[in-house]
């Protein structure tokens, strides 16, 4: 939403000062400009309670007050802002009270006598920045909703493709962060030449006499199983990578095996999940 003009003018503001001459003074400039919600008090005591009734945008205080000064308002003001926010204009006839305001937490301070046009701009200025504030924080609301929305859409759609990838492959596997195996279906480590221990990828790509071979031991093709597992190893998702083995009777069986990174809502790696079907098994050519 974008602020406007009216919005400021709209704004809640409480004027508290001890002396009825000054309120009135300033009820008058800022009616006279076109603030449409402005209240006022002689009575410190009650800035609390009111500010609790109905939360105002910006409070015009009077530092020099019997019974409860400026100070001690804003110190109990203080225990209410939970958003660290203290809307507070500062009022005083005393040079030495500015400093001093501004440490308490008020935004800013005018002096007495006033000059209105130096009032007026200090209001409209605070006021501004206040009801941005306000957007903003508004703004962070709706986006972390929206956020945990999109967790839960993203939490719920994992179990389902869970679910799918159990019932439509022969085996699949998943690892955490660390390349550990934390979920096993299947013959997983002995297809894709792994051990348990994921840190290290473990295939007998050689023959036993230590020269490399278009198959190993077991007849599985050196070179797709070498490039398969440097694709795991990656971390890099990838899609129906062929993998095959020729069985000692002569029997050639097939499989395409699909991989991808588990990451959560903000994209962060959480670990690795992989698949295969078995598509071809028959005598060799």
Known sequence: MTLTPQHILDARILIVDDQPANVSLLEDMLETTGYTQVSS???????????????FDLILLDLQMPVM???????????????????????????????????????????????????????HNLLQVRLLYRQLDSLNQKLEQQVLARTAELRDSEARYKALTELSTDWHWEQNQAGEFTRVSGPVLEILGLTANANALEAVLTHPDGEAGPTDEHGWNTAERADLQA??????????????????????????????PLLDGQCNFLGYRGFGVEVHAGLGT
């Not at 008090?41 to 939360?55: F, G, K, Y």
């Not at 204009?89 to 130096?118: C, M, N, W, Y």
């Not at 998702?237 to 991989?259: A, E, K, W």
């Open 41 to 55: 008090t002689t009575d410190p005591t009650q800035v609390c309670a009111l500010d609790q009734q109905t939360p």
């Open 69 to 123: 000064d400026g100070f001690e308002v804003m110190e109990k003001l203080k225990a209410t802002h939970a958003d660290g926010y203290m809307p507070v204009l500062a009022i005083t006839a005393q040079p030495g009270h500015k400093v001093r305001a501004l440490q308490a937490g008020a935004k800013d301070f005018v002096s007495k006598p006033f000059d209105l046009l130096e009032v007026k701009t200090r209001i």
């Open 231 to 260: 694709r795991i190893a990656s971390r890099n998702p990838f899609l129906d990578v062929l993998l095959t083995r020729t069985l000692p009777n002569g029997l050639t069986q097939q499989y395409r095996v699909s991989g991808t």
